[in-house]
């Protein structure tokens, strides 16, 4: 199965992923496995396809999905060795899915930016993946992260500072929180970004600029 994945995942058959998804619920643990794909790109393909593949299985059995949303969970943890390492992106995605039937989920994922240091650093950018992506649809459900998100606009990592941006554009915040940042808004760093099925280089000033626009738009 994780090879037939694999292939469809390079051709961008979601729809083929969800189908089978209906029939076989075990495609969840495939498409976790394809997350460590050493193609990036295969990688986040298969984060993306976590969020339609477990959203058409909640349609019919949400507790089976809850208990794989458990296991994400405990990838991010010592006990596991902190595998998880798209672990906050699938269960970003899910929530953003299925924003209003899995909202217990979403202050755990907030939590995430509360790691020691040492393990948040390896997860942070994808936190701020996976709250964008749900607060894009639900921006009140994790409201509470915004507290949280402001911070990273001064990471050390641009992957980091770049998202935070993008992230509370996403919640509509980002009017009060960048539009004071001239140096942010001119960072030529490079991020990595998935967009569209395709993985480009963007900047941080790019993304700021951007979220500042979206909020001032959304707020006029």
Not at 4 to 19: G, H, N, P, S, V
């Amino acid at each position: 199965m994780e090879d037939q994945l694999r292939d469809w995942l390079a051709k961008q058959d979601y729809e083929a992923i969800t189908e089978l998804a209906g029939r076989k619920r075990r495609v969840l643990s495939f498409l976790t496995a394809l997350t460590y794909d050493l193609d990036p790109l295969i990688s986040w393909r298969a984060v993306e396809a976590m969020g339609l593949a477990a959203g058409r299985i909640s349609d019919e059995d949400p507790e089976y999905v809850r208990v794989h949303l458990r296991r994400l969970m405990w990838l991010l943890n010592d006990e596991s060795g902190s595998i998880g390492w798209h672990a906050p992106e699938m269960m970003g995605e899910l929530l953003r899915s299925r924003p209003q039937r899995f909202t217990e989920f979403v202050p755990i994922v907030i939590s995430i930016l509360d790691l020691e240091e040492e393990d948040a650093v390896r997860f942070r950018a994808g936190t701020l993946w996976a709250i964008g992506r749900a607060g894009r649809v639900n921006p009140a459900a994790v409201e509470a992260a915004i507290p949280g998100v402001v911070p990273c606009l001064d990471d050390s990592d641009p992957q980091t500072r770049g998202l935070a941006a993008w992230c509370l554009g996403q919640l509509g915040v980002s009017d009060q929180h960048l539009g004071h940042r001239d140096r942010l808004l001119s960072d030529p760093s490079p991020v990595e970004w998935y967009e569209g099925g395709q993985l480009v280089t963007r900047r941080v000033g790019e993304l700021a600029r951007a979220a500042l626009e979206s909020s001032r738009r959304s707020n006029s």
